[in-house]
């Protein structure tokens, strides 16, 4: 995780919180924040696949899901440049 944690910061993604469940096919979900707002960026073990989610109250709502993206750390932070590309145009 260190290796995206150094590519996230390039990006301006700021990891607030981490959890991580060997039980769950070694899924994990992380509590991001980008630009002051917060997301929830999900691993999902058994598909092996990864997803940024908006993170408020009310709603949750997929931003982008790349199935099949395993856990290289140059695949996590290019899905984050992706992603980022997403939240300015939206911003």
């Given at each position: 995780?260190?290796?995206?944690?150094?590519?996230?910061?390039?990006?301006?993604?700021v990891?607030?919180?981490?959890?991580?469940?060997?039980?769950?096919?070694?899924?994990?979900?992380?509590l991001?924040?980008?630009?002051?707002?917060?997301?929830?960026?999900v691993?999902d073990?058994?598909?092996?696949?990864?997803?940024?989610r908006?993170?408020?109250?009310?709603?949750?709502?997929?931003?982008?899901?790349?199935?099949?993206?395993?856990?290289?750390?140059?695949?996590?932070?290019?899905?984050?440049?992706g992603?980022?590309?997403i939240?300015?145009?939206?911003?």
């Amino acid at each position: 995780m260190s290796e995206v944690e150094v590519g996230m910061k390039e990006i301006q993604f700021v990891t607030t919180e981490h959890h991580y469940h060997a039980n769950s096919f070694g899924s994990w979900y992380s509590l991001v924040r980008y630009k002051g707002r917060e997301y929830s960026l999900v691993f999902d073990g058994r598909d092996s696949s990864l997803e940024l989610r908006t993170k408020d109250d009310l709603t949750e709502a997929v931003i982008l899901n790349k199935p099949k993206i395993g856990l290289n750390p140059k695949n996590i932070i290019s899905f984050l440049k992706g992603c980022e590309n997403i939240l300015d145009s939206s911003l």
